[in-house]
């Protein structure tokens, strides 16, 4: 399973960003699409995931309300729209694909990584 992540970029405070994952390979094998956070000197964080046959989405307290996972089976895509973005979020964002069935897999539980997307919100 491959994954390409896109859309990152820099926004002012208030603004949006939609990021985008698209999966190619065998990707009957994921179960959980997630997309992770990382600034300097934090953990990767879990920001939300979402059930790749059902819809059941996950959210960090942190983003609820201003984020929102989808998906797209028919392009393998996964988005995550973030909006009211704040400084605060600025950092690497990664997508990730599991194989395990809980949308609250911790990060060792994902078995297939994207390539990180930064994302930069100005004060």
């Known amino acids: 399973v491959q994954l390409q992540a896109s859309g990152g970029g820099l926004v002012q405070a208030g603004g949006s960003l939609r990021l985008s994952c698209t999966a190619s390979g065998r990707t009957f094998r994921i179960n959980v699409m997630g997309w992770f956070r990382q600034s300097p000197g934090k953990e990767r964080e879990l920001v939300a995931a979402?059930?790749?046959?059902?819809?059941?989405?996950y959210y960090v307290d942190s983003v609820k309300g201003r984020f929102a996972i989808t998906r797209d089976n028919a392009k393998n895509t996964v988005y995550l729209q973030m909006n009211s973005l704040l400084p605060e979020d600025t950092a690497l964002y990664y997508c990730a694909g599991s194989r395990a069935l809980s949308l609250r897999a911790p990060v060792n539980e994902y078995d297939y990584w994207g390539q990180g997307t930064q994302v930069t919100v100005s004060s």
């Open positions: 979402i059930s790749w046959s059902g819809g059941a989405t």
